[in-house]
């Protein structure tokens, strides 16, 4: 049999492949490209590029499929595209998760995730069988052409791209409100394909983005779009990662915030931000690195530490914001001070699930 059958992360990796979402790289990648982008964050010709596109399989799948000339790639019972496959290889798979992410610890769901996978890799050229995206029809979802075409249309000739997993509190609106003072457009892009057990559900991040924009932006300035790609949590990595994704859906400009894709205590508050000044000028996107956000009850706004000196003067006066501390109070079904999450996300999150439950792949 020449078929392979995706998982659901495998299909939204082909998907975001044959869209042009990780451009330069078009194909899933080979042992040269992969050492490369692991070793040096670079393509082999210097480009920057910061994690690995991977197709992984189990050694028994290798042994099929090894010496075809064709691979059909199939997803929920329907072909939706070849592969020509041109290598099979493996790797140290624990060297691999510490240079990627850090460390080897499986309580890091992205180390989990990789070294639980398959440890042998497919490369070649794709080709999709089936238009895309319609496989998996993604409702709020913007193709890299359509994104375009929408801000060549509203006249944008600047867009901030914002990534973020959670539902918005008012960290995430203080970092948006300070993009649009610099650009014509803010694209928010959350992403919701697989994450951690205890992330927001798609539905609960679509829910409260659209309770934010309807209620308190300039609408005619945003476009809300999902992202379906999974998660990486390889922070400072992951962060330059997900700048290249909104370079090529037409964004100018990129936020990064504190601890960008970051998970439990495994990056810096701003290694992100370190790690993109080594790429400046080179990302074909400007980024733009924001101090973390919080409440200062003396100031009585939503500060930073480079515009507030109570961190350091007064620091009970402080209320750190972060996703994780607002996942916390929901799932206690306490409400947000509201100082911290307005009241009207918390209530667009009645009646769908909030939380997931369980991995999905």
Known sequence: MSELHLTRTQYLEF?????????PVKDFMDEDTFRSVVERMRLPDGTPFTLPILLSIDLETMQRLRGLPRITLAYQGVEVGVLAPESFYTCNKA???FALFGTTDKAHPGVR???????WFISGPISPITP??????HSNELTPLQAKS??????????AGFQTRNVPHRAHEYLQRVALEYVDGLFLQPLVGRKKTGDFTPEAVLRGYTALIEGFYPSERIALSLLTTAMRYAGPREAIFHAIIRRNYGCTHFIIGRDHAGVGNFYGKYDAHQLAEQFSGELGITILPLHGPFHCRRCDSIVTEKTCPH?????SSISHISGTD??????EGRAP???LMRSEIVNALRGVPIFIEQEDD
Do not use: C
């Open 15 to 23: 998907e975001k492949l044959a869209l042009g979402a990780y451009e």
């Open 95 to 97: 060297q691999v998760s």
């Open 113 to 119: 995730f990789f070294l639980e996978g398959g440890d």
């Open 132 to 137: 895309l995206p319609q496989i998996l029809p």
């Open 150 to 159: 929408l801000f060549k249309n509203r006249g944008w000739k600047s867009v």
């Open 311 to 315: 961190h350091e003067t007064d620091p």
């Open 326 to 331: 607002m996942r916390a109070i929901l799932i």
């Open 337 to 339: 001070d509201t100082r």
